[in-house]
């Protein structure tokens, strides 16, 4: 049975090839067609790693938060931020202090300091958010804190918020 695939195997290079357009001393040839008549590829499937290198695997973030939950605390937490910044909108004196919401997008515009744009972003379970100070962040929801946090630094949406604000307004604020 090995020898009949192998042979088959061997078939297969000429057409391979000539599509390939590779000559005899091709160093992709021999590389790319070795990895075919490798002997893992004789075995049944299943029971050896493919000899074929693969990139990192995408992430599924449907599978890390199902979409209705994804909903339920990205859209409580986006609410929960627009009453508290109308409400330290009241104790700061800043011109042209304004929180909007609309289209689920989160917009604090801050006068000439800059202005924050926080949303959802559906397919990849995140919040993202502009900032003035920082740049974007995406942010994913953790179980263990309970909370929005950018992976590359491990970030609190809502501590990053808190600790920007207080720099750009001078006044402390308490989102959590």
């Not at 490798?38 to 049944?44: D, N, Q």
């Not at 042209?96 to 972003?121: A, C, H, M, P, R």
Request: proline share 4%; net charge negative.
């Amino acid at each position: 049975m090995a020898s009949y695939c192998s042979r088959k195997l061997l078939l297969l290079r000429i057409p391979l090839c000539r599509a390939l357009k590779l000559n005899s001393s091709s160093i992709i040839q021999r590389s790319f067609l070795s990895t075919f008549t490798h002997k893992s590829v004789l075995e049944p499937s299943g029971s050896h790693t493919s000899p074929l290198k693969e990139g990192p695997a995408a992430i599924d973030y449907r599978s890390l938060l199902q979409e209705d939950e994804y909903h339920r605390l990205a859209n409580a937490t986006i609410h929960d931020l627009l009453d508290k910044l109308e409400e330290y909108g009241d104790s700061v004196d800043i011109d042209s202090f304004d929180v909007d919401y609309g289209n689920e997008v989160l917009t604090l515009k801050l006068g000439s300091l800059g202005t924050y744009v926080i949303n959802k972003q559906t397919p990849n379970r995140q919040i993202w958010m502009s900032s003035p100070v920082s740049g974007p962040s995406r942010f994913d929801w953790d179980q263990n804190s309970q909370g929005w946090v950018y992976r590359r630094t491990k970030a609190n949406l809502v501590k990053v918020l808190e600790d920007e604000l207080e720099k750009l307004c001078g006044s402390a604020i308490d989102l959590s």
